[in-house]
């Protein structure tokens, strides 16, 4: 796991552009571009200040490749913590693969996936979690997910965990010194306080992992189901939320007979819209396997958006409420909200006597748009955003949430053995592992095989 090679990447997307990075790391990186790059002013940057720019040629024996430049991190002041050189090349992927592959034979070695964020955990320029959160800045696509992954990055989560392993360690050390003098049947580490340390820090860790359901929406998005009847006006919805025809729209029955998905992203939180078949009775082979579909998405969906054709509500009479009862008696946990489609056609009479029928319904218009934004403004009610507001920190990574389980666990015990008045030696125990689970989320207590399953998930060249 750890290389002292030294290593090199594309750090910009793949493909032609205007411009692309070249990034290379390790203790010979500006000795290797040294052997490549003339700077026109005739430099040698192995001899220049670290954190310059040098404009000149990349140069294969007397081929000049391309006009490029060079940016210099000496010592351990660069992201990896090691020698780094950046090179600036024009975007074309000839020019690209043309300078990699100079380097690697001048003796640079490919990069692995995330392989440059790996050294700078190595090399103690961040820890785990801020090395994790560098992925999910990247695939950040929303502002709630860019803004939490940034908190974390820049170390809001690491220092929380960071300041009750550090209190938790103070205490475990005096448990421990007290079992050096175990038949003086002293006690070093003060009870009350430790009772007060240990609700404390279950506190905090219940706050943390309470944050993960709403993280775990933030940063993979919440996904809706679209329910209803056929044709009355799902994919029409679905398009006006997205702005868009991206639904298939037309007056026959059952025209969608498969999911279609979709995001939006609604005041910097991500929706994933899932338009489904009409639910009804069918013989219609492929309709009947597109409604099994439904019922599938509404079971995997969080919110369940239910629509019906409000211009026949006086028809639809019982089996209408029937439905939405059946709906919420099958998902009593899932936020329903219940649609009037095409109230454009309504008085205010039907409007009132539909209102009175249905407390809760929300009137709207596909086709002509309007009330889209109250149903938007419904939508974002079903997410605990004053955490994020109030920029508190959230969890987001599922390796966090079970470090942080694990560890609550481990506390409840030690506050078990407190109360019960166990020896100092069993409660160590439970201390010690305590402090291991704080540990595996920052990266003080890890293994090569947890690392290379981390960064296996990162790009090439970060």
Same mark, same amino acid.
């Given at each position: 796991?750890?290389?002292?090679?030294?290593?090199?990447?594309?750090?910009?997307?793949?493909?032609?552009?205007?411009?692309?990075?070249?990034?290379?790391?390790?203790?010979?990186?500006?000795?290797?571009?040294?052997?490549?790059?003339?700077?026109?002013?005739?430099?040698?940057?192995?001899?220049?200040?670290?954190?310059?720019?040098?404009?000149?040629?990349?140069?294969?024996?007397?081929?000049?490749?391309?006009?490029?430049?060079?940016?210099?991190?000496?010592?351990?002041?660069?992201?990896?913590?090691?020698?780094?050189?950046?090179?600036?090349?024009?975007?074309?992927?000839?020019?690209?693969?043309?300078?990699?592959?100079?380097?690697?034979?001048?003796?640079?070695?490919?990069?692995?996936?995330?392989?440059?964020?790996?050294?700078?955990?190595?090399?103690?320029?961040?820890?785990?979690?801020?090395?994790?959160?560098?992925?999910?800045?990247?695939?950040?696509?929303?502002?709630?997910?860019?803004?939490?992954?940034?908190?974390?990055?820049?170390?809001?989560?690491?220092?929380?965990?960071?300041?009750?392993?550090?209190?938790?360690?103070?205490?475990?050390?005096? #448990? *421990?010194? !007290? @079992?050096?003098?175990?038949?003086?049947?002293?006690? +070093?580490? &003060?009870?009350?306080?430790?009772? $007060?340390?240990?609700?404390?820090?279950?506190?905090?860790?219940?706050?943390?992992?309470?944050?993960?359901?709403?993280?775990?929406?933030?940063?993979?998005?919440?996904?809706?189901?679209?329910?209803?009847?056929?044709?009355?006006?799902?994919?029409?919805?679905?398009?006006?939320?997205?702005?868009?025809?991206?639904?298939?729209?037309?007056?026959?029955?059952?025209?969608?007979?498969?999911? #279609? *998905?979709? !995001? @939006?992203?609604?005041?910097?939180?991500?929706?994933? +819209?899932? &338009?489904?078949?009409?639910?009804? $009775?069918?013989?219609?082979?492929?309709?009947?396997?597109?409604?099994?579909?439904?019922?599938?998405?509404?079971?995997?969906?969080?919110?369940?958006?239910?629509?019906?054709?409000?211009?026949?509500?006086?028809?639809?009479?019982?089996?209408?409420?029937?439905?939405?009862?059946?709906?919420?008696?099958?998902?009593?946990?899932?936020?329903?909200?219940?649609?009037?489609?095409?109230?454009?056609?309504?008085? !205010?009479?039907?409007?009132?006597?539909?209102?009175?029928?249905?407390? &809760?319904?929300?009137?709207?218009?596909?086709?002509?748009?309007?009330?889209?934004?109250?149903?938007?403004?419904?939508?974002?009610?079903?997410?605990?955003?004053?955490?994020?507001?109030?920029?508190?920190?959230?969890?987001?990574?599922?390796?966090?949430?079970?470090?942080?389980?694990?560890?609550?666990?481990?506390?409840?015990?030690?506050?078990?053995?407190?109360?019960?008045?166990?020896?100092?030696?069993?409660?160590?125990?439970?201390?010690?592992?305590?402090?291991?689970?704080?540990?595996?989320?920052?990266?003080?207590?890890?293994?090569?095989?947890?690392?290379?399953?981390?960064?296996?998930?990162?790009?090439?060249?970060?």
């Amino acid at each position: 796991m750890i290389s002292h090679d030294t290593i090199v990447a594309l750090a910009t997307p793949s493909g032609a552009g205007a411009i692309a990075v070249i990034r290379i790391s390790g203790k010979e990186a500006i000795a290797i571009a040294a052997q490549v790059f003339q700077s026109v002013s005739g430099k040698d940057i192995t001899k220049q200040k670290t954190h310059t720019l040098h404009l000149g040629h990349i140069v294969d024996n007397s081929k000049v490749i391309d006009q490029v430049l060079v940016s210099l991190f000496k010592g351990t002041n660069s992201y990896t913590g090691e020698p780094t050189v950046e090179i600036s090349c024009h975007g074309s992927t000839y020019i690209q693969q043309q300078i990699i592959q100079l380097l690697l034979r001048k003796g640079c070695r490919m990069a692995q996936a995330g392989e440059f964020t790996l050294r700078s955990f190595l090399n103690g320029k961040m820890d785990l979690s801020q090395a994790e959160a560098v992925a999910d800045l990247i695939a950040s696509d929303n502002e709630a997910s860019h803004q939490i992954a940034m908190q974390q990055m820049r170390g809001g989560f690491s220092n929380e965990i960071a300041k009750l392993r550090e209190e938790l360690l103070n205490f475990a050390s005096l #448990i *421990e010194l !007290e @079992l050096d003098f175990a038949e003086e049947d002293v006690e +070093f580490a &003060d009870r009350t306080q430790f009772h $007060e340390l240990l609700n404390r820090i279950e506190f905090v860790l219940k706050r943390l992992i309470d944050s993960f359901a709403v993280g775990n929406v933030i940063k993979n998005g919440i996904p809706v189901a679209i329910v209803g009847e056929p044709n009355v006006g799902k994919s029409t919805l679905l398009n006006a939320l997205l702005n868009e025809e991206r639904a298939i729209v037309s007056d026959i029955a059952g025209t969608t007979r498969d999911t #279609i *998905e979709d !995001e @939006l992203v609604i005041d910097g939180i991500g929706f994933r +819209f899932i &338009d489904t078949a009409g639910i009804r $009775e069918t013989v219609d082979v492929v309709e009947s396997i597109g409604i099994k579909k439904t019922f599938e998405k509404m079971e995997q969906a969080q919110v369940v958006v239910y629509l019906f054709d409000s211009s026949e509500y006086k028809t639809l009479g019982g089996p209408l409420q029937t439905e939405i009862q059946k709906i919420k008696n099958q998902f009593p946990l899932k936020p329903l909200v219940i649609i009037g489609n095409k109230a454009d056609k309504l008085n !205010e009479t039907e409007r009132t006597e539909l209102k009175a029928l249905i407390p &809760d319904i929300l009137l709207l218009s596909a086709k002509e748009k309007l009330g889209i934004d109250e149903l938007k403004h419904q939508l974002l009610s079903f997410v605990n955003t004053g955490a994020l507001r109030n920029n508190e920190t959230i969890v987001t990574n599922t390796r966090h949430y079970d470090s942080l389980l694990k560890a609550l666990e481990e506390i409840q015990k030690v506050q078990w053995g407190l109360q019960s008045g166990i020896s100092s030696d069993l409660m160590a125990i439970d201390i010690r592992q305590a402090l291991y689970y704080f540990g595996e989320i920052t990266g003080q207590v890890t293994n090569d095989e947890l690392l290379g399953n981390i960064f296996a998930n990162f790009c090439i060249g970060k």
